[in-house]
């Protein structure tokens, strides 16, 4: 079983990325999916979440508006794009696949907001 992310970097106040999360090993179509982020020194938040089949989305109020979580079940791949970063979105970004008791982190990938 495998998450593996993606589109992390650094980017300027006000850029946009789109991160991607790879899925492997299990059948992703049953999973629901989310985006957590942590940044240094505080607790993983949940940044937002997207149901199984892709009808059900939620986010972070600090995201509304901005982020917009997707995904692609024929490609075991959920998306999570990102515009009008601020500096405040620095962090580790990650995804998580959970079904009932089973669930799955990946490895995470930096985003780095600065001028």
């Known amino acids: 079983v495998q998450l593996v992310e993606s589109g992390g970097g650094l980017v300027q106040p006000g850029g946009s990325l789109r991160l991607s999360c790879k899925a492997s090993g299990f059948t992703f179509s049953s999973y629901n999916m989310k985006w957590y982020r942590q940044a240094p020194g505080l607790e993983r938040e949940l940044v937002a979440a997207i149901s199984s089949s892709g009808g059900f989305t939620n986010y972070a109020d600090s995201v509304k508006g901005r982020f917009t979580i997707s995904r692609d079940n024929a490609k075991n791949t959920a998306y999570l794009q990102m515009n009008s970063l601020k500096p405040e979105d620095t962090a580790v970004y990650y995804c998580?696949?959970?079904?009932?008791?089973?669930?799955?982190w990946g490895q995470g990938t930096q985003v780095t907001v600065s001028s």
């Open positions: 998580y696949a959970h079904y009932y008791t089973y669930d799955y």
